[in-house]
């Protein structure tokens, strides 16, 4: 017995060891929840009860949205990268009044729901939108003049929207980090300004650029709800064209032929990411003197940073400002309104959200969406988080089976939420899951997607905490709980909030992977403002602005804790 108990302290002892115990819950449910999905559309095309060839696979309809989601994910990453560089420029070498405030903002589309999005870009820019009313006001037009909705202009100006945050966040990182010794002794041997930049700063930063290049295009390569919303039917990406085929047409052995394409891609693209993500974490220098930020001196330098200042603020903020005016304005008419109409200010569209007019045994109140979302919030919250710390100490240990589980792990980051919901449909759609009333699988989607993010925010922390704590505890007499209790508990507390709160942002706004599993009395609140805009009238367009404005609060509220809370240097990205 007591050899027993002596193998199992050496187990204890041997950090492989300790690896797997670690790994054992999540590879279980990673394997459960996200493997065997994705194996049973592999499974889909050779099943004979769907009696799908190859022979007779349409070509074009794989080669079109394939050729097209290349075409705009390449053209919306190229144009994120004209807009992010200079921002990450501005924000690394420059300090100027507000700049925390709008860097915090620029942080906020990576994060917000694409219905709020296409609502906050409804607003601006909409045959409603506060631009298009303003200019038919000023030069008395019948029509809005500016036509931007389901264009492929409103596809790339939404990608580069939401992604130009990626773009200034990973290379001012890096940027700031630069060994400016470097540059000084480039200058003192005579170099210009630009043969400095070109033969030194842009050398040190291509490993982050490129990076953030690829994370980019595997965001607007994954693009669903931009597309659908903005863009229109004549524009199918290969998400959207898996929703249309699987929804619409019931074509499941098409689906999963795009579904395994996109996938094979997002692989690729993920797998190149994690290693251009491993050379920019190299250090440059083991004492390197960063980069000083000061305010702008030169007359040219003031103008460029007023100049990117209005630019970021144009794209990125006022799209949401004018979501959030909008939704306290009256412009028009509600349906079968009669007699003068009553414009101006109005807080109607938030207060109608509580109330079912039509009476329908069918109809789901926006507030009750509202609970939905954050009851699914809470039990991602509670998956995600146990997983995570789970993965976090398994990833502490020195042990080369993390080099082979950890890539395993961030592969749903790069997944399309759209297979992974087909993936849900075709395994899940049997007792024990189609006998259970509540939708317990859009939580766990919710939960894969937002699992790797959790666990890069977690594993820095418990990494940062010194070893001499933990023994000097043990010393002391503390059993492992008390320790774990006493010590990396009350210094994780930040980063765990910071999770919780990413957790909670990313289940609130998740919409591919829902449009799925939603169930008719439970809708979440993405699927809610989808209905509503997609349904005409004021009042379901004024619904469907308040909504997307609380869902926006909340994420923004989100996005400053994570601002406040996150530790210096460490970012997600």
Known sequence: ?????????????????????????????????????????????????????????????????????????????????????????????????????????????????????????????????????????????????????????????????????????????????????????????????????KEVTLPLLRPSIYAATLLVFLFNFTSFGVVLMLGGPQYATLEVEIYIQALHLLNLPLASVLSILQLVCTLIITIAHRRLSGQQALPISPRAQEIGVRKPRKGFEKILVILLVVALFSLLISPMASLALRSFVKLEPNRGERGEIERGFTLNYYKELGINRRGSLFYVPPIAAARNSFMFALITIVITLFFGLLVAYALQQSSPINNILDPLLMLPLGASAITLGLGFIIVFNRPPFSNINFPILLPIAHSLVALPFVVRTLSPALQSIPYSLRSAAKVLGAPPFRVWREVDLPLMAPSILVAIIFALTISLGEFGASTFLSRPEYPTLPVAIFRYISQPGAMNYGQALAMSTILMVVCAGGILVIERLRLPGKDIF
């Open 1 to 197: 017995m007591s050899s027993f108990a002596d193998q199992l302290r050496n187990w204890a002892k041997n950090p492989t060891w300790r690896a797997v115990a670690f790994w054992l819950l999540p590879a279980i449910f990673l394997g459960y929840f996200f493997y065997q999905p994705l194996l049973a559309l592999f499974n889909l095309l050779i099943s004979p009860r769907w009696g799908f060839s190859f022979s007779e696979l349409n070509l074009n309809k794989i080669w079109a949205p394939l050729r097209f989601t290349v075409f705009q994910a390449s053209l919306s990453t190229l144009l994120t990268l004209v807009i992010g560089l200079p921002g990450a420029w501005l924000f690394t070498h420059f300090s100027f009044p507000g700049k925390r405030a709008l860097r915090t903002l620029t942080t906020l589309p990576f994060i917000l729901p694409t219905v709020v999005v296409a609502a906050g870009f409804n607003a601006l820019l909409g045959p409603r939108g506060w631009i298009n009313l303003g200019l038919m006001l000023l030069f008395n037009l019948d029509s809005p003049p500016i036509q931007f909705l389901n264009t492929f202009g409103a596809i790339l100006t939404a990608h580069v929207f939401y992604n130009t945050t990626i773009v200034i966040r990973v290379v001012s990182n890096a940027w700031a980090k630069q060994n400016i010794r470097l540059t000084h002794a480039a200058k003192v041997l005579g170099a210009s300004p630009w043969q400095t930049f």
